[in-house]
């Protein structure tokens, strides 16, 4: 069965600083990642994927993450972090059949001027 | 298109009481699923349709939930009976079956907290 873990629940960190939010994955099957963000009261938005091809993949607002299968990890980085930044932070897998997420805990994070 | 919408916002309900949630999907999505979200943790998989037939179900979903998606375009979960421990933000997503790419995007309304008092 699919399972994700998210390392840290809460990462504080300053404006402009470096952050990294760690994700762990299990799967038995073909793996497709997803970070969602989640701003206060509003619905989850999809901030990058991996689907196939190279395993560094990046979002338009600065994040980045990198599939690594012998650890299988899925890091989410960016190397200088803005106010607006602060959110929650979920990583999911595909679930098998019919392509349900399966989601970690998630991690929020705070950033501080 | 605006997206995923959800309707109500905000439903607060005593317990013993039946509520029904609504769920708009964007318009040439024919894959929609059900989430739940409990406080601090992830969403948790509801259910899945195809068009108008519900291909998926969570062991989540007891007896007491109920999905529907009758001419394939919106979609509504209703709890009977609810209880204290229903209380979460319930999540409606949609998807595109079209490339192997665009097909495992899932777009996300705003959600609907229910409160059970």
């Known amino acids: 069965a699919q399972s994700v873990t998210q390392l840290d629940s809460q990462v504080p960190v300053f404006e402009e600083a470096p952050v990294e939010l760690r994700c762990n994955y299990s799967s038995s099957v073909s793996v497709y990642l997803f970070w969602y963000v989640q701003y206060p009261n509003q619905g989850l938005q999809l901030l990058l994927k991996y689907l196939s091809g190279s395993t560094l993949v990046e979002s338009i607002n600065g994040f980045e993450a990198e599939f690594n299968k012998s650890q299988t990890s899925f890091h989410l980085r960016k190397p200088s972090v803005h106010i607006s930044d602060t959110a929650e932070y979920f990583c999911?897998?595909?679930?098998?059949?019919?392509?349900?997420?399966?989601f970690g805990a998630g991690t929020r994070l705070a950033v501080h001027p | 298109d605006t997206g995923v919408s959800q309707d109500p916002r905000h439903k607060i309900t005593k317990r013993g009481q039946n509520v029904t949630f609504r769920c708009d999907p964007i318009s040439e999505h024919n894959r929609l699923y059900w989430y739940r979200q409990t406080l601090g943790q992830g969403p948790e998989f509801l259910t899945y349709?195809?068009?108008?037939?519900?291909?998926?179900k969570s062991r989540l979903l007891s007896d007491r939930f109920s999905a529907e998606r009758p001419k394939g375009s919106f979609s509504t979960l209703e709890i009977q009976r609810t209880e204290q421990g229903d209380s979460a933000m319930y999540l409606c997503?949609?998807?595109?079956?079209?490339?192997?790419?665009?097909?495992?995007?899932?777009?996300f309304g705003p959600g609907t907290r229910l409160t059970v008092l």
């Open positions: 349709f195809q068009n108008e037939a519900q291909l998926e």
């Open positions: 997503a949609s998807s595109y079956p079209g490339t192997s790419g665009s097909k495992n995007e899932q777009f």
């Open positions: 999911a897998v595909k679930g098998g059949g019919y392509n349900k997420l399966i």
